[in-house]
């Protein structure tokens, strides 16, 4: 089961960021977000689709759907800046994370 | 609060071994299954191993399978990666991480994690 996500995305201060993360029928299954920043273990900030973890702002927001999940950023700020990766489980494959995407904020 | 606190790693030689322990405190250890999640220098993260909550069973990633063995010791809270047999591709921060549900017999999610532990398999 392969997940893909865009290497980076490039977002201007205070506007939206969208990080997809695409798989077949990924609306299926339950999916998960990290953020880590450069030397920083990651952290937890969207857990079964849309879910966010006690302490993650209210800016960051989930969806799945169809063959997409997304981790919406509103309002981004540069310390929102970090990789963030997607997750499932997938018990034939034992896949888990996605590649990861690199968030600009500039 | 939660707090997972590896150690283990170090420098080892290709075809070496190292143990690395996680000692976790501010949850019910008993009540959760454990993970060990690494990243190698420069590269995304890549999960290794999950041992259910009472160690009944585990998983592993294909790539160490057979080289690897995770294990708990509930009365040490305590969780442990063996790993045996090791290669360059080895080289990776190691991360314990504690899955996201109550008794789960399956993985779900990386809750909470360590801050890591440095494996660099070199000759």
């Known amino acids: 089961y392969e997940l893909t996500q865009p290497l980076s995305v490039s977002v201007a201060p205070g506007q939206t960021a969208n990080i997809t993360c695409e798989g077949n029928n990924i609306g299926s299954k339950s999916v998960h977000w990290y953020q880590q920043k450069p030397g920083r273990a990651p952290v937890l900030v969207i857990y079964?689709?849309?879910n966010r973890p006690s302490g993650i702002p209210e800016r960051f927001s989930g969806s799945n759907s169809g063959n997409t999940a997304a981790l919406t950023i509103t309002r981004a700020q540069a310390g929102d800046e970090a990789d963030y990766y997607c997750?499932?489980?997938?018990?034939?494959?034992?896949?888990?994370f996605g590649g990861g995407t690199k968030l600009t904020v500039l | 609060q939660v707090q997972l606190v590896e150690s283990g790693g170090g420098v080892v030689q290709p075809g070496g071994s190292l143990r690395l322990s996680c000692v976790a405190s501010?949850?019910?250890?008993?009540?959760?299954?454990l993970h060990w999640v690494r990243q190698a220098p420069g590269k995304g993260l890549e999960w290794v191993a999950f041992i259910h909550f009472d160690a009944r069973d585990q998983y592993y990633a294909d790539f160490v399978k057979g080289r690897f063995t995770i294990s708990r010791d509930n009365s040490r809270d305590t969780v442990y990666l063996q790993m045996n047999s090791l290669t360059t591709e080895d080289t990776a921060v190691y991360y314990c991480a504690k899955d996201g549900v109550h008794s789960s017999s399956s993985v779900t999610y990386f809750h909470f994690w360590g801050l890591g532990t440095l494996v660099s398999v070199s000759s």
């Open positions: 501010g949850f019910y250890f008993n009540y959760y299954g």
């Open positions: 079964r689709d849309t």
């Open positions: 997750q499932l489980w997938d018990s034939i494959t034992a896949r888990v």
